[in-house]
């Protein structure tokens, strides 16, 4: 039955239809075939991230000790609807245990690409207090220096920073290294990178033990193909399994099992409705030949696709899901961009393609050896090496 025939039938008044689950009250959405009232909708939304949230229970953490993990919020439907779903299980927990298993630092960067969300940022803190909250820019990336990419060569910002503050500087470099990118799929990819390099680098000044991500099954499947098509395969296990990541941080993503069409109908059925602190600003660019990514392309299809063909959505995610991560890469060669591992011999443009060699690393001014690439940040800043501006 598709999706939105329960809704269609019951609006025009011709039958109704009875809840699966609890038998008692009218359906009024379809969920995965199977029909749903209002309650069991939202209980089978909390159910999914709650198995997922298994091991943050009371007992594993201490009074003296607690476990701290960072959530990045983008004001978008899932990162709040998250928000909103951790908050309950913590809210039960101090019901029933007098306190958490956890806590929650709740992190919005502002990107330079996104529609501004200060103040839903701002409403999210007045909604849930108990939470830690901080807001931060992306050029503050530029800050912390490990995150400075010497390999895009940004040192030629300073004879131009002279009688700037830090913070003009910082936004001057994230705007000259986008400028300098070959293509928009260069400059959203890098943006991406930025955004997760930047969080990493907050959760462990702050002591944090992980990130919960609020990706979706559909967000998953769509990074699932970008990254494939963008040359960056080969970290796939990293990027969508729940466990330790490359960045030796706790990478979890609670709403892995969840369709972003699930959460879009999650946020405007619950009570108080959490629709007044989604940015509705955030919606697709226009397709055109100028400016469409491969981040577009893989938004717009899956988007799409879930809609009459959820499974298909789903099992994307759960094929990946499959993949193991090559342990031996653990204490090897990292991408002096993403920090995924490089296996030897294929790092660069030229090693995916069966020539294994360092050409791809060329020294530098002072004869030092730049560092190290994947093949997918290779190939995304491929033209920006040698300084060019390119804004097209």
């Given at each position: 039955?598709?999706?939105?025939?329960?809704?269609?039938?019951?609006?025009?008044?011709?039958?109704?239809?009875?809840?699966?689950?609890?038998?008692?009250?009218?359906?009024?959405?379809?969920?995965?075939?199977?029909?749903?009232?209002?309650?069991?909708?939202?209980?089978?939304?909390?159910?999914?991230?709650?198995?997922?949230?298994?091991?943050?229970?009371?007992?594993?953490?201490?009074?003296?000790?607690?476990?701290?993990?960072?959530?990045?919020?983008?004001?978008?439907?899932?990162?709040?609807?998250?928000?909103?779903?951790?908050d309950g299980q913590?809210?039960?927990?101090?019901?029933?245990?007098?306190?958490?298993?956890?806590?929650?630092?709740?992190?919005?960067?502002?990107?330079?690409?996104?529609?501004?969300?200060?103040?839903?940022?701002?409403?999210?803190?007045?909604?849930?207090?108990?939470?830690?909250?901080?807001?931060?820019?992306?050029?503050?990336?530029?800050?912390?220096?490990?995150?400075?990419?010497?390999?895009?060569?940004?040192?030629?910002?300073?004879?131009?920073s002279s009688g700037?503050?830090?913070?003009?500087?910082?936004?001057?470099?994230?705007?000259?290294?986008?400028?300098?990118?070959?293509?928009?799929?260069?400059?959203?990819?890098?943006?991406?990178?930025?955004?997760?390099?930047?969080?990493?680098?907050?959760?462990?000044?702050?002591?944090?033990?992980?990130?919960?991500?609020?990706?979706?099954?559909?967000?998953?499947?769509?990074?699932?193909?970008?990254?494939?098509?963008?040359?960056?395969?080969?970290?796939?296990?990293?990027?969508?399994?729940?466990?330790?990541?490359?960045?030796?941080?706790?990478?979890?993503?609670?709403?892995?099992?969840?369709?972003?069409?699930?959460?879009?109908?999650?946020?405007?059925?619950?009570?108080?409705?959490?629709?007044?602190?989604?940015?509705?600003?955030?919606?697709?660019?226009?397709?055109?030949?100028?400016?469409?990514?491969?981040?577009?392309?893989?938004?717009?299809?899956?988007?799409?696709?879930?809609?009459?063909?959820?499974?298909?959505?789903?099992?994307?995610?759960?094929?990946?899901?499959?993949?193991?991560?090559?342990?031996?890469?653990?204490?090897?060669?990292?991408?002096?961009?993403?920090?995924?591992?490089?296996?030897?011999?294929?790092?660069?443009?030229h090693g995916w393609?069966?020539?294994?060699?360092?050409?791809?690393?060329?020294?530098?001014?002072?004869?030092?050896?730049?560092?190290?690439?994947?093949?997918?940040?290779?190939?995304?800043?491929?033209?920006?090496?040698?300084?060019?501006?390119?804004?097209?």
């Amino acid at each position: 039955m598709p999706e939105g025939s329960v809704q269609d039938t019951i609006a025009k008044g011709t039958v109704v239809v009875r809840c699966k689950r609890c038998q008692e009250s009218d359906a009024i959405l379809v969920v995965r075939a199977e029909q749903l009232c209002r309650v069991c909708f939202i209980k089978y939304i909390n159910t999914k991230v709650i198995k997922r949230m298994e091991n943050f229970r009371v007992r594993n953490s201490t009074i003296d000790n607690p476990r701290l993990f960072l959530l990045p919020v983008s004001c978008g439907v899932s990162s709040v609807a998250l928000l909103h779903l951790l908050d309950g299980q913590l809210q039960g927990q101090i019901t029933r245990m007098n306190r958490t298993g956890y806590e929650l630092l709740v992190v919005y960067v502002n990107m330079p690409s996104a529609a501004p969300a200060g103040d839903y940022s701002k409403k999210l803190q007045e909604r849930y207090p108990r939470h830690t909250f901080s807001s931060v820019d992306l050029a503050e990336c530029f800050g912390y220096p490990s995150v400075i990419l010497g390999t895009l060569g940004e040192s030629d910002l300073s004879s131009a920073s002279s009688g700037l503050d830090g913070c003009a500087l910082n936004r001057d470099r994230l705007d000259h290294l986008l400028a300098s990118l070959p293509s928009e799929t260069s400059r959203t990819d890098m943006l991406s990178i930025l955004r997760t390099r930047l969080l990493v680098e907050i959760a462990k000044e702050r002591g944090c033990e992980g990130i919960l991500w609020g990706d979706s099954t559909t967000r998953l499947a769509e990074k699932t193909l970008a990254e494939t098509a963008k040359g960056r395969g080969f970290a796939l296990p990293w990027q969508l399994s729940d466990g330790l990541s490359p960045h030796g941080l706790i990478f979890k993503y609670p709403l892995r099992d969840l369709l972003k069409k699930e959460l879009v109908t999650y946020v405007s059925l619950v009570e108080p409705p959490l629709t007044p602190f989604v940015n509705s600003g955030q919606v697709s660019r226009t397709f055109n030949s100028t400016n469409t990514t491969i981040d577009d392309l893989m938004t717009h299809y899956f988007e799409s696709v879930e809609e009459s063909f959820p499974s298909i959505v789903a099992n994307v995610v759960r094929t990946s899901s499959k993949l193991g991560t090559n342990q031996s890469l653990g204490g090897g060669e990292r991408c002096g961009i993403c920090e995924m591992p490089i296996a030897e011999g294929t790092g660069g443009l030229h090693g995916w393609g069966g020539d294994q060699q360092d050409e791809a690393y060329p020294d530098d001014s002072n004869g030092q050896v730049v560092e190290k690439l994947c093949y997918g940040c290779a190939r995304s800043t491929l033209g920006a090496m040698a300084g060019r501006d390119n804004t097209h």
